[in-house]
């Protein structure tokens, strides 16, 4: 089992970053992709970026250039930076793990969750 524990979340202005971090405990040594999503209510939980062990990146192409994940395999910790933050960056982050190396932004491919972090922007 994987257990991951998310922080860095607020409230900023439009324009402003954040930087999100998730530190996995547990099977650590197993852990292959993570990746973080978000969610607002009433809308499905989106990817965002993922990275898989050999610290490759990947990102949904709506944050492209804004976002930057990165991973520290020594400290089993993942980050989200997030520059140039917009109203619709406001919602519920969420870093999620799974064994498989392979990464994919596909929500159910993940078994591992973090409780999640709130950001809220605005104007």
């Known amino acids: 089992q994987v257990q991951l524990v998310e922080s860095g979340g607020g409230s900023v202005q439009a324009g402003g970053s954040l930087r999100l971090s998730c530190a996995a405990s547990g099977s650590t040594d197993r852990l292959g992709c993570m990746a973080w999503f978000r969610q607002v209510p009433g809308k499905e939980r989106e990817g965002v970026a993922s990275?898989?062990?050999?610290?490759?990146?990947g990102y949904a192409d709506s944050v492209k250039g804004r976002f930057t994940i990165s991973r520290d395999n020594a400290e089993n910790t993942v980050y989200l930076q997030i520059n140039s933050l917009k109203v619709e960056d406001t919602g519920t982050y969420y870093c999620?793990?799974?064994?498989?190396?392979?990464?994919?932004?596909?929500?159910?491919?993940?078994?591992?969750w973090g409780q999640g972090t709130q950001v809220t922007v605005s104007s």
């Open positions: 990275v898989d062990k050999i610290l490759r990146p």
């Open positions: 999620a793990a799974r064994l498989f190396s392979a990464c994919s932004l596909i929500a159910g491919s993940f078994p591992f």
